[in-house]
């Protein structure tokens, strides 16, 4: 499957592609670009905590073992 990334300007160019998916039965996400940035802000917040040593981390063989 591949995925397209749509930068619509305004809500209606938006909700005329949100429609069109629908028609066309395909399925969709929409994301605001603010959550996106700020989840990369809490990344990045969350990478100085670890390298302070004041946020444990799991190692990627413990992380494989949960899955």
């Known amino acids: 499957m591949e995925a397209i990334i749509l ?3 305004n ?3 938006l909700s005329i592609l949100k429609n ?3 028609e066309m039965g395909m ?3 929409t994301k605001k670009e603010e ?3 700020e989840n990369i802000k809490n990344g990045l917040e969350e990478m100085q ?9 799991t ?4 992380f494989l073992n949960e899955l």
């Open 7 to 9: 930068h619509p300007k």
């Open 11 to 13: 809500k209606t160019q």
């Open 20 to 22: 069109l998916a629908k």
């Open 27 to 29: 399925s969709f996400e």
């Open 35 to 37: 959550s996106i940035l």
């Open 49 to 57: 905590l670890i390298k302070k040593g004041k946020l444990k981390t």
């Open 59 to 62: 190692s990627a063989k413990d």
